[in-house]
């Protein structure tokens, strides 16, 4: 989840935090007993109501830290008591489709409307004249790169310096989350009063861009850039994005003064200031959906420091087939809801009055609408700040937030079972633990060599499910036995005191032509003695006593009516040091002495013993 960073004077104040009596009375004699401070109590208790606001809100006040904090903590220094005079700073987690919720004017704005402290605001598109509007001509070469543009002024705008701080964190925040690291859409914001439109949108050769970047005070071409920036720590790793293109694209005033190079830099020309009155916002991007997203997040955040308080000056787009819009579209749109869905799905039996004044609290205006066959729906007037509602299941869980999921009363549906494996596999966690053993829990991905030449295993290709697209190298494919992770356990932890006793119970992931995904899930079952000594008496103790409580007798080799071990030769163990467990004439695992060489790849370096096997076989039906 993303994490916001806000400062509390600043926050508290946009906010107009006030408390009860009775709870300021109440915290006042604690703290005026325990540390006789009346600047301590107000710090905590506006810490605490404020954390209690938050869980009511469904977001979590993350930390609590300073500037110098972090970076005393970037730098790896020593903790320093905290200066009174320092800022306090909140960082905040927000659900990660909340993207109105990524600065403090969002945050502050959603809190204050929860509260009841003000209504929805009400976002409009000036009215102006096709003929006096500003203009963005898009060029047909653009499709060749990025494609889209949307646009839109904020006029008669006024900066102080927390929020020019917070709209320009915005826009990194944005980057990061939709924007994909600006893969999907780039933000420009540009000083208005220094360009002349209209605009014009273009792809060119990077030999016929020369410019001025932002923060540096020499022109470059832009394939010079390209070179100039992969020295950069910010900005070379979105290079990758046009470097390889034969054109780069390329936006450009009336005077071809260049606005920016999306998606790596903007010009220094038209750079935003503290004195900046008109901003110009454009977004390029690939996705023209994710781009409307952003420009109506940024422009609908900061238009209440406009001179017209929510109003937003639009944009003409048009493109080199005639085709044309206006943007932003900052029109609600309507979505009708049943009452009945949202009441089941939570679970509580509410009125249609309750349920509107509950959505009126999310920023959701909402009244009841009775059809003509007598059902009562709930009309929710989803406002551009909202783009995360696109279901009536978001409208429901906004409900269920602003009702208090801790009012909720909980219940068990008559019809919900757990499956046998399921009960099974608590059964069997519950037995380990009982002989002593902690129970771990481990990635079901892992890379390729810890999978198989970490264990003295060849993979023959017939096994292992291979992520197509895997995050790093620790996640290549999906494990086939949770031997792995027990062992990284180990070596990341071999300083604890012996003996190590741990266990998992998971499911591992084999390739399986007869499944119609091509793959099969199992449960398995893994157990570990780490040691002054093997411990293979012990893993061979637990083997009998979990046959035990299954109730499968230990019998004679060949008889199917119960279980028995015979010497196996698997390379990730001692030879001569280790059983398979033959269950009902099938082979369900194998315990042993794990080899050096297997102890030595993890960084283990005391002896151990491990035991595996697969429990959905005594759920079996013979």
């Keep these: ?286 996705d023209l959906t994710k781009a409307n997203i952003v420009l109506n997040t940024m422009v609908t955040t900061f238009s209440e420091y406009c001179e017209k308080k929510f109003e937003v000056e639009p944009v003409e787009v048009i493109y080199a087939s005639g085709k044309s819009y206006i943007c932003p579209d900052l029109s609600p749109y309507k979505m009708d809801v049943p009452l009945s869905y949202i009441t089941d799905s939570i679970g509580v039996a509410l009125e249609a009055k309750e349920v509107t004044n509950l959505l009126n609290r999310m920023q959701l205006s909402a009244e009841e609408l009775v059809s003509t066959i007598g059902q009562c729906n709930i009309t929710v007037s989803v406002p551009p700040t909202r783009s995360d509602i696109l279901h009536p299941c978001d409208v429901m869980e906004d409900v269920a937030i602003a009702y208090g999921y801790n009012n909720i009363p909980r219940r068990k549906l008559a019809s919900l079972k757990s499956l046998p494996l399921n009960e099974f596999s608590d059964l069997i966690r519950t037995e380990i633990a009982m002989n002593g053993f902690t129970e771990v829990l481990t990635w079901i991905l892992c890379s390729h060599k810890e999978n198989f030449d970490m264990l003295n295993r060849k993979d023959d290709k017939s096994t292992a499910v291979i992520i197509g697209n895997p995050r790093s190298a620790d996640f290549e494919i999906v494990r086939t036995s949770l031997m792995p992770g027990i062992l990284k356990t180990v070596g990341h932890n071999k300083d604890h005191p012996k003996p190590i006793k741990i266990f998992e119970v998971g499911d591992i992931t084999l390739l399986d032509d007869a499944k119609d995904v091509g793959a099969a899930n199992r449960r398995q079952l893994a157990a570990l003695y780490c040691g002054a000594n093997s411990g293979f008496e012990l893993i061979h103790c637990l083997v009998d006593r979990i046959m035990e409580v299954v109730g499968a007798p230990f019998v004679a080799v060949g008889d199917n009516l119960g279980y028995y071990i015979k010497l196996s030769e698997e390379p990730e163990f001692l030879p001569g040091r280790q059983a398979s467990i033959i269950y009902r004439g099938k082979r369900i695992g194998t315990f042993g002495i794990v080899h050096p060489e297997v102890l030595n790849n993890f960084d283990i370096p005391d002896p151990c013993s491990f035991v595996e096997l697969n429990i959905e076989s005594f759920l079996e039906v013979s």
């Excluded at 994490?3 to 926050?11: A, Q």
């Excluded at 990660?96 to 402290?117: I, P, S, T």
């Excluded at 420009?188 to 410019?211: R, V």
């Design 1 to 286: 989840m993303p994490t916001v960073s806000v400062g509390r004077d600043r926050l508290f104040s946009v906010l107009g935090a006030t408390y009860s009596e009775l709870l300021f009375y109440l915290r006042c004699l604690f703290y005026l007993l325990t540390s006789g401070s009346y600047v301590s109590f107000f710090k905590y208790a506006a810490q605490e109501e404020f954390e209690d606001l938050c869980f009511r809100f469904g977001i979590e006040l993350d930390d609590v830290t300073t500037e110098k904090a972090i970076i005393r903590k970037e730098k790896h220094l020593e903790e320093e008591e905290v200066d009174d005079d320092e800022e306090v700073i909140y960082k905040i987690e927000v659900p990660a489709n909340r993207y109105d919720l990524l600065c403090l004017e969002g945050l502050a704005q959603a809190l204050r409307v929860f509260n009841k402290q003000e209504d929805v605001p009400n976002y409009s598109v000036a009215e102006i004249s096709k003929v006096s509007m500003l203009k963005m001509h898009v060029k047909p070469e653009t499709s060749q790169i990025r494609p889209y543009v949307v646009c839109a002024v904020l006029r008669g705008i006024t900066f102080d310096e927390g929020s020019y701080n917070s709209f320009i964190d915005l826009q990194d925040k944005l980057h990061q989350n939709i924007c994909r690291r600006r893969t999907l859409v780039a933000i420009g914001t540009h000083d208005l009063d220094k360009l002349e439109g209209p605009f014009t949108y273009e792809a060119l050769p990077p030999s016929s861009i020369n410019f001025k970047p932002l923060k540096q005070e020499k022109s470059f071409r832009a394939d010079e850039l390209m070179e100039f920036y992969k020295s950069d720590l910010k900005l070379k790793k979105f290079l990758h994005i046009i470097e390889k293109s034969p054109v780069f694209p390329v936006l450009y005033d009336k005077r071809r003064t260049v606005l920016s190079l999306p998606p790596i830099i903007n010009g220094a020309h038209s750079a935003i200031t503290l004195k900046t009155k008109n901003v110009f916002i454009e977004c390029t991007a690939t």
